[in-house]
């Protein structure tokens, strides 16, 4: 009963926060591509929930082999959010998204959005080079949790400083699970590896 329990919240986290911006006011006004590189956006976040439950091995039913591999695709997956977010809002706007990756914009969302999107390509090309890189699994892991601490802190912060689709109370609970969800991997995973 407590998996289910948990699986079912995890749904939930997810799901409601989507459907709500789903069904946002906002989106009326908006073309399609903008909205597609706003929910991409928005699953980025819910993978960031994912992520660290799979990394601490917190998610019942799923084996360590497992969840090693499912962190790695859901990490692939990530990647491709942010592409299609930060490309969606370059077709949308060129000269904002200029502005935002030189840290010229006046809005404080973007600083934080772009740190936290270097973040997962410097994690994901650590991941794809681990190998040659020839570093030690405990300095590896130690800059992997780096990395992941500055994408949560700064996608969090992005997300909750937008004032767009999401609904306010359920992006803050989400993101509220993301630092939880990330705190208790990186006490978890002392133990792991």
Request: charged share 10%.
């Amino acid at each position: 009963m407590a998996k289910r329990l948990i699986w079912l919240g995890l749904a939930a986290a997810i799901i409601f926060p989507v459907l709500l911006a789903a069904n946002s006011p906002f989106l009326q006004w908006r073309g399609p591509v903008y909205i597609i590189a706003g929910f991409a956006g928005i699953f980025g976040l819910c993978v960031l929930l994912i992520q660290p439950l799979l990394a601490g091995q917190m998610l019942p039913n799923v084996s360590p082999i497992k969840s090693r591999r499912l962190h790695q695709w859901a990490g692939a997956f990530l990647i491709l959010s942010v592409l299609v977010h930060v490309i969606g809002l370059w077709f949308t706007s060129p000269p904002d998204v200029i502005d935002v990756l030189l840290f010229r914009s006046p809005t404080p969302f973007s600083v934080w959005g772009v740190v936290a999107m270097w973040a997962v390509f410097a994690t994901g090309a650590l991941a794809i080079f681990r190998n040659r890189l020839r570093m030690r699994p405990r300095n590896w892991k130690r800059l992997h949790l780096v990395l992941g601490a500055i994408i949560v802190s700064g996608t969090v912060v992005h997300a909750l400083l937008i004032e767009g689709a999401m609904e306010t109370i359920s992006k803050t609970l989400l993101c509220a699970l993301v630092v939880l969800a990330f705190a208790s991997a990186a006490v978890r995973t002392r133990g792991l590896r």
